[in-house]
Nanobody, 118 residues
């Protein structure tokens, strides 16, 4: 029902920055909590950040707190993840997700690869 498409991934050196974008379909985008998850080879998917529909509340994994910033532009049906001070440990495929408040993240994008070299 809701389609999510990530972009902005790539190869960057440690200490560099990237901004990921997630373009969403649907006229009710502003009602959805959206988030970012990542999965590295051989590891479980992990939570990175989430933001409420209005953009008023955010939450981050401890591993990225202070370095990553999640934001959204509801007029453009887009959520962003600004990633600064990147580390090799941040290398993973990053996925955008969405869900109504107090429900599971049921909609997922295809992911975009982020590779951080040392």
């Amino acid at each position: 029902q809701v389609q999510l498409v990530e972009s902005g991934g790539g190869l960057v050196q440690a200490g560099g920055s990237l901004r990921l974008s997630c373009a969403a379909s649907g006229r009710t985008f502003s009602r959805y909590v959206t988030g970012w998850f990542r999965q590295a080879p051989g590891k479980e998917r992990e939570f990175v950040a989430r933001i409420t529909g209005s953009g008023g509340n955010t939450d981050y994994a401890d591993s990225v707190k202070g370095r990553f910033t999640i934001s959204r532009d509801n007029a453009k049906n887009t959520v962003y993840l600004q990633m600064n001070s990147l580390k090799p440990e941040d290398t993973a495929r990053y996925y955008c997700a969405a869900g109504l408040p107090y429900t599971r993240f049921e909609y997922w994008g295809q992911g975009t690869q982020v590779t951080v070299s040392s």
